[in-house]
């Protein structure tokens, strides 16, 4: 009975953190064809020939690092300045997910 237990959460274990490998895997896959690394770059400093053209946000910088995550929604959904909206591309659920990402590129 015990070990029969111990093989299931086991399996639960490796189950969570094979679904939670892929989230963050489609998310950085979102991150790369949604246009979002053409501007902001692979590493989020918005390094790129577009990202210096439009003035792309580093989100390794400190005004973006303290914006909320309200506020990166927002900016992603409904657009700012030369940032496009992607309201009419992308799921709320999908920006969520991005904001995280951009959260966890501005700690590199």
Do not use: W
């Not at 939670?20 to 489609?26: E, G, K, L, T, W």
């Not at 390794?60 to 300045?81: A, C, I, R």
Request: charged share 25%; net charge positive; aromatic share 6%.
């Amino acid at each position: 009975m015990i070990r029969a237990r111990m093989v299931a959460i086991g399996t639960l274990v490796l189950l969570f953190a094979f679904v939670a490998s892929s989230v963050a895997q489609s998310t950085a896959d979102l991150y790369k064809s949604k246009t979002c690394a053409a501007c902001h770059g692979p590493d989020g400093k918005g390094d790129t020939p577009m990202g210096k053209k439009l003035g792309a946000r580093d989100f390794h910088s400190p005004d973006v690092q303290k914006m909320s995550d309200e506020e990166l929604f927002n900016v992603t959904k409904s657009g700012k300045n030369k940032m496009p909206a992607y309201k009419d591309k992308l799921s709320d659920q999908q920006i969520k997910d991005l904001v995280q990402y951009v959260r966890e590129l501005g700690k590199q």
